[in-house]
């Protein structure tokens, strides 16, 4: 939409003594109007940042959340990158990020630097993925999903019994924390401005690769792969590299995970979890960068504040993503986007009103036309 | 030696019980193309329901017969709601049944509690003999669970390929439309098929209570069992599900009997053997 | 048999190999023989029908053309380079573009991202991930020209799933003339239009250029006059004749098949003309 400036005036006669012709009026307000509506998502954006910024300063319980928050929005939006995009949903997330968290953790307990093992847990997370992603693409749809649930139960199961290496049940804890020159992440408030920085970087990349002629490929792929390998296209190496950035952010995220939570145990990668991925992905909007954050973020209030009043919290949950898949399939940022569609749609009436209107003949005293009355 | 035809037993033991969990699972797929996640649940409720059954009424063959017809009932309700309103699309079935995992296993702990419940066995059932020509002692009701699976099996068999309700079946996993057009009722095989899978599900979990237990996560358990069967036998194959069930159940046996450290992921295995050689499964159909 | 003397100029005196040929192809599906001995060759630049009634085999021929399916014997040669061989991707990469009789664009993206994923497919650019694809210039601006050039340029916005069913023709139509063909195999363009929507694509199809060899499936005798210069006609999977349009609207077998004027004396065909060796 672009401002196409005052709508014609000329001519368009007024009854004596009325001073300024309505339409440029009409104009100037549909400019107006226009600009605040393309404005809208920065300005809701910028508001994001600062109100997370803001929450995050002070060492409290709504810190803690927002940064669990965080981490989690960081795999979600991941998750949806392949799930959403590229049509592959994975129920094997919350393995991958365990992998992340599991792999600093066993680090350091072989004495590795807080740095050397973030660079290990990275290392094996992203080995893992491009040895994975040979099997993973060779199945789609149903088949995938199955795969990838069959991969975080195993996984899953790795932590709980390899007690040698995960120490079973109890699970890791992690005491040291990397600092890089005056950055301490042992401290409490750089640790969270830390997961927000990445969080912003993760998101941004996120953006950028769905918005660039890879990302529209890998829509090509969930629209119609057939016909995309028809143009030329190697499908399976797009989905190949759509599952390994995948499978390394929510590592990312579990690097993360454990540097928060100091300690990491199979229930962070137990079934339950695996789904919850999928559920804050769906409840937040397929198919958007900001939806599954939007989800993350519902998902863990729920956990930490739903079950505290409702018991059966989770019995909640999953009534809601019944209901959503039923009524509201695009999710929440589905019901954001529908919200901005009226607006865009009459503004698009509006300007289609602004352009059609011809200047009436100047000898005219008819009074100012205001267009078809609906 | 007695050790490892021991084990073998185990596995077949446990082969049976994934057998019925995993053929429903997979005619379901087959004929309805419905992905439903929750069926491992459905094992796990079935199971607590027939537990609760025979503490009652002290009859393990009612509370068997109870589980299961409480889950075909449940399969019946399950199909004609939930699956109908959300008619074809198999990613919106698979996540509505991913959801219901959520209300299904929270139902089950607030009813049944987090411990762990065994169900016990009847009688002679609940003995064990010896084995003829190896002279080994084995219990009488994993050989009653064996035997029940492969009766079971066979009868399943018959029906689908014996019969003419199995014969529009297998039409119906072939090609949904054309039975349509044959003026068969294919909404009445649907609610038929579903229906018989959970109560499959259900009959299994009563037996799996015996060996297996029933616990919070067993549903995650024996689903993960019935996907990695589907996985190497092929989803939609009946045959698939009984080699697949055969093979799974014994690898983790086998698995967890000799490497106890990674047994979970042994199973893992055959899933991707299968996955780089024929990734539609052994005896699968290639993926349009 | 008849298929070799058609009147159509011989390959080797034209400038160059013919654009698209095939040598006695023959595919046969366990027992069923879909296209019997069929060769063809059809010169740079010309429009080429293939006619023929249901189930002769014009579609499995077009498929064993442009690579969808090997065929059991025979070969087929893209400006006299064999590309029996090659995968269908392949021989896109090669200059030979096709459309779909179901018509597979991509639904819930818009006509012009359908129409820049087309452009991106022959550049390396389509694995770069960091450059938003609307800041390639000169590919959108292409795609979005392409459009507007047959009448899809309002459309630009628009999910494909919204268009009628005339634009999709057209889009689809469209997606293969990105990738720049040098020979194009249309199935059944036309099929399922309304007559406006036929005058329509005719006229897109009149208006590509010159230099582009046109080879295209029609049931309609009437919608290929207005196009194609020669044509062959299959029937059971053989060639019947190849030809000009009016050699073809001449001859005898083509008028028995159409019209079904049957010899009194009960003449039926046992099978194809050709056979499969």
Request: hydrophobic share 50%.
């Amino acid at each position: 939409m672009t401002a196409a400036g005052v709508g014609p005036d000329a001519g368009a006669v007024s009854p004596a003594g009325q001073g300024r012709p309505p339409g440029r009026l009409a104009g100037l307000a549909l400019v107006s109007l226009e600009r605040s509506r393309q404005l809208t998502g920065p300005v809701a954006g910028v508001a994001a940042a600062v109100i997370l910024f803001l929450l995050l300063q002070s060492d409290n319980f709504t810190s803690t959340l927002v940064v669990d928050m965080l981490v989690y929005a960081i795999a979600a939006m991941a998750l949806d990158f392949l799930g959403g995009y590229t049509g592959l949903i994975s129920l094997g997330q919350a393995g991958i990020l365990g992998v992340g968290a599991y792999g600093v953790a066993i680090a350091e307990v072989h004495f590795f630097s807080p740095w050397a093992a973030v660079g290990i847990s990275l290392a094996v997370v992203l080995a893992l993925g491009l040895a994975l992603g040979i099997v993973a693409v060779r199945v789609k749809g149903v088949s995938f999903v199955i795969i990838t649930l069959a991969l975080g139960q195993v996984l899953w199961g790795l932590a709980f019994q390899w007690v040698g290496l995960s120490e079973g049940d109890n699970g890791i804890s992690v005491a040291t924390l990397p600092t890089l020159g005056p950055f301490d992440l042992n401290d409490p408030l750089t640790l969270r401005m830390t997961v927000l920085l990445v969080f912003w970087v993760v998101a941004l990349l996120l953006v950028l690769m769905v918005h660039s002629p890879f990302g529209l490929s890998l829509r090509g792929v969930r629209s119609n792969e057939a016909r995309l390998a028809a143009l030329g296209y190697r499908t399976g190496l797009h989905r190949y590299l759509a599952w390994v950035i995948t499978v390394f952010f929510t590592g990312v995220a579990g690097v993360l995970y454990v540097f928060v939570n100091q300690l990491i145990s199979p229930s962070t990668m137990d079934f339950s979890a695996n789904g919850l991925f999928v559920i804050m992905v769906v409840l937040g909007g397929l198919r958007s960068i900001w939806g599954p954050a939007l989800g993350a973020a519902v998902i863990v209030g729920f956990q930490q504040e739903l079950s505290i009043y409702v018991t059966r919290w989770q019995t909640l949950m999953g009534l809601t993503l019944i209901a959503v898949v039923l009524f509201s399939p695009g999710g929440f940022w589905g019901l954001v986007r529908a919200a901005g569609r009226r607006p865009d749609a009459l503004l698009a009436r509006l300007r289609a009103r602004q352009v059609t209107r011809p200047p009436p003949a100047p000898a005219s005293r008819a009074p100012a036309q205001q267009g078809e009355t609906r | 030696m007695a050790e490892f035809v021991a084990q073998t037993l185990n596995g077949l033991t446990l082969a049976g019980v994934i057998f019925l969990v995993s053929s429903g699972f997979t005619l379901i797929f087959g004929i309805m193309r419905v992905t439903n996640l929750s069926h491992g649940a459905v094992y796990l409720l079935g199971g607590y329901i027939g537990y609760s059954v025979i503490a009652a009424t002290h009859s393990f063959f009612i509370g068997l017969i109870a589980g299961a017809l409480s889950m075909a009932a449940f399969g019946l309700l399950l199909e004609r709601t939930l699956i109908t309103w959300l008619g074809r699309s198999e990613m919106s079935e698979l996540l509505a049944t991913l959801g219901l995992i959520y209300v299904l296993d929270d139902v089950a702990l607030a009813i049944w509690g987090g411990t762990p419940l065994t169900i016990n066995l009847p009688g002679v059932l609940g003995q064990s003999s010896t084995l003829p020509l190896s002279g080994i002692v084995y219990p009488n009701g994993r050989l009653f669970i064996l035997g029940v699976s492969v009766v079971i099996a066979v009868g399943l068999y018959y029906l689908l390929r014996r019969t003419r309700v199995g014969a529009i079946i297998r039409a119906g996993v072939d090609d949904r439309e054309m039975v349509g057009a044959l003026g068969i009722n294919v909404r009445l095989v649907f609610a038929l098929v579903f229906t018989l899978g959970t109560l499959l599900a259900g009959f299994a979990g009563v037996l799996g209570g015996t060996v297996l237990n029933l616990y919070t996560g067993a549903d995650s358990d024996i689903l993960l069992f019935a996907l990695a069967v589907v996985i190497v036998g092929g989803l939609g194959s009946y045959e698939g599900a009984i080699l697949g069930s055969v093979v799974i159940g014994l690898v983790d046996n086998y698995g967890t009997a000799y490497f106890p450290a990674i047994a979970y992921s042994v199973l893992f295995i055959p899933v991707i053997l299968v996955l780089l050689i024929k990734p539609q499964g052994l005896l699968g159909k290639p993926s349009t | 048999m008849t298929a070799a003397q058609a009147p159509a100029p011989d390959a080797g005196s034209a400038a160059g190999p013919p654009a698209l040929s095939a040598e006695h192809l023959c595919r046969r599906f366990r027992g069923v023989t879909a296209v019997a001995d069929v060769s063809l060759r059809i010169p740079a630049g010309t429009r080429f029908g293939i006619i023929g009634p249901n189930g002769a085999g014009k579609t499995t021929l077009f498929n064993l053309l442009s690579g969808e399916l090997r065929p059991t014997t025979g070969t087929v040669a893209l400006f006299g380079r064999d590309i029996t061989r090659l995968r269908s991707y392949r021989r896109v990469a090669l200059g030979l573009g096709r459309t779909f009789q179901i018509t597979r664009v991509f639904s819930d993206l818009t006509v012009l991202e359908n129409l820049t994923l087309a452009q991106h497919g022959l550049s390396r650019t389509k694995l770069s991930p960091l450059r938003p694809w609307r800041s390639y210039g000169a590919m959108t601006t292409e795609a979005a020209e392409l459009a507007g050039s047959f009448g899809l340029a309002g459309r630009l916005a628009t999910p494909a799933a919204e268009l009628s069913h005339g634009e999709v023709r057209e889009l689809e139509v469209l997606l293969a003339l990105a990738l720049k063909p040098r020979v194009l195999l249309l199935d059944e363009p036309a099929a399922g239009l309304s007559p406006a929507e036929r005058v329509s694509i005719m006229a897109l199809l009149r208006s590509l250029p010159d230099d582009l060899t046109l080879v295209m499936i029609e049931h309609d005798i009437d919608v290929l006059r207005g196009v194609v210069d020669s044509a062959a006609v299959l029937h059971l999977g053989a060639l019947v004749i190849q030809g000009s349009m009016r050699d073809i609207q001449q001859d005898d077998r083509v008028r028995e098949l159409y019209l079904g004027r049957a010899a009194p004396g009960g003449r039926r065909r046992a099978g194809p003309e050709g056979s499969c060796s």
